[in-house]
């Protein structure tokens, strides 16, 4: 019953959102999708990943898929602060587009400078015109830290001079919705590390409204077009966690789904890159992995068309979607065990759910697995002898 009065609910929203003027009328995702070389199954299978990720029952992808086509109807205004624009160039460089980024490319970009063609004052005119007229509709996806205070003359865009404070401040006034799309937005990211001389902000920090967190460095592609899909099929925002990420795709540590899990509990770690261990896919927390202490799905996704990601490739986990991971998190290649009073910085242990705590390292959490770590080499005195 509960599914049932669930799935009218959507349902509802999507007929309400199907009234809305497409962005062109001679197109459509479906069609897009289709010349793109996808087939229908492809994109039912595509949508039937997406349903588990959003944690709805199986039967629910015909109304996953339907939101999908219906995601040009919904304009979005991007913008760029203090960042690398990274996160846009992994959603959108491909050499086998995804069926997100195909989606992605579709969906109604009101304003986003890296792909628009307008420049100077047509650009600054299309933003408030944009903002204007999609004025309490629009979704407002915002990627980069933002100088901020006195320091806000730091990122002084556009033909007015505008500071970027002043402009995601203006743009979230009237936002239906608002994303902070990677770190940099989620978090500050690496402009706001220590001694953030720029005073880069979240954000958070730049608006009393409330922001969906989607971090990464950068994000899964799925991340960014799941969270999307759901306030689509909703329209309200989504479970949220400690640190305002959903908690459908940042409720499980690196460490729960990572596939070296089994050589952690084994006590078989890599000491050295490039020793026996490394070679045999045993556990990088030695190594520096910061899984532990990292909320996230990368595991699921993965990148570069969901060939691979750090841990499968040989790397650990840098704790790239966790607050301040540039100050707490390094040296990557270092256990956090080994630098435990450096990196303290609140919450109850990186074990206790992220809806509750989020990341917080505690030296008992720290020092368990640390201990953990040196056990294994009584467990397996062996590969002392290899060495």
């Not at 492809?42 to 999908?68: E, Q, Y």
């Not at 460490?255 to 490394?278: I, K, P």
């Not at 996704?301 to 990601?309: E, L, P, T, V, Y």
Request: proline share 5%; with cysteine; net charge negative.
């Amino acid at each position: 019953m509960k599914d049932t009065n669930l799935l009218k609910k959507l349902s509802s929203r999507l007929d309400e959102l199907s009234k809305l003027p497409k962005l062109d009328d001679k197109k459509s995702i479906a069609k897009i999708v289709d010349q793109k070389g996808f087939s229908r199954r492809d994109f039912m299978k595509w949508a039937g990943a997406m349903t588990a990720m959003l944690m709805l029952p199986a039967s629910f992808t015909p109304v996953v898929a339907r939101a999908a086509e219906l995601s040009d109807r919904l304009p979005i205004i991007w913008l760029h602060m203090a960042e690398c624009t990274g996160c846009s160039e992994s959603l959108l460089r491909t050499d086998a587009p995804t069926i997100d980024s195909l989606i992605f490319d579709y969906i109604s970009l009101e304003y986003h400078e890296t792909l628009m063609a307008a420049a100077g004052w047509q650009a600054e005119e299309n933003l408030e015109h944009a903002i204007e007229k999609y004025k309490n509709r629009y979704i407002l996806m915002v990627e980069g830290a933002i100088p901020s205070g006195e320091e806000n003359f730091y990122l002084t865009i556009g033909a007015h001079g505008q500071t970027g404070e002043a402009s995601a401040k203006k743009a979230s006034e009237n936002a239906a919705a608002i994303f902070a799309i990677g770190t940099c937005s989620a978090f500050g990211g690496v402009q706001a590390a220590n001694p953030n001389p720029t005073n880069s902000q979240p954000l958070s920090k730049v608006t009393n409204k409330t922001v969906i967190n989607v971090p990464g460095c950068p994000p899964s592609e799925k991340n960014i077009v799941g969270t999307l899909l759901h306030f689509i099929l909703y329209g309200t925002l989504p479970a949220l966690d400690a640190y305002n990420r959903p908690k459908w795709a940042y409720g499980l540590r690196i460490h729960d789904l990572c596939e070296r899990r089994g050589h952690f509990d084994a006590g078989e770690f890599v000491e050295n890159f490039g020793d026996e261990g490394a070679k045999k896919g045993y556990c990088l927390y030695k190594v520096g992995c910061k899984g532990p202490y990292t909320f996230n799905n990368c595991s699921k996704n993965k990148f570069n068309q969901h060939m691979s990601w750090p841990i499968q490739a040989g790397h650990g986990c840098i704790g790239c979607s966790e607050p301040d991971f540039w100050d707490t998190m390094g040296p990557f290649e270092e256990p956090v065990a080994d630098k435990l009073y450096n990196t303290v910085f609140g919450g109850a242990g990186a074990d206790a759910t992220a809806d509750k705590i989020g990341v917080g390292i505690l030296t008992a959490t720290a020092v368990g697995i640390a201990a953990h770590a040196v056990i294994s080499k009584v467990k397996n005195p062996q590969e002392d002898e290899e060495h």
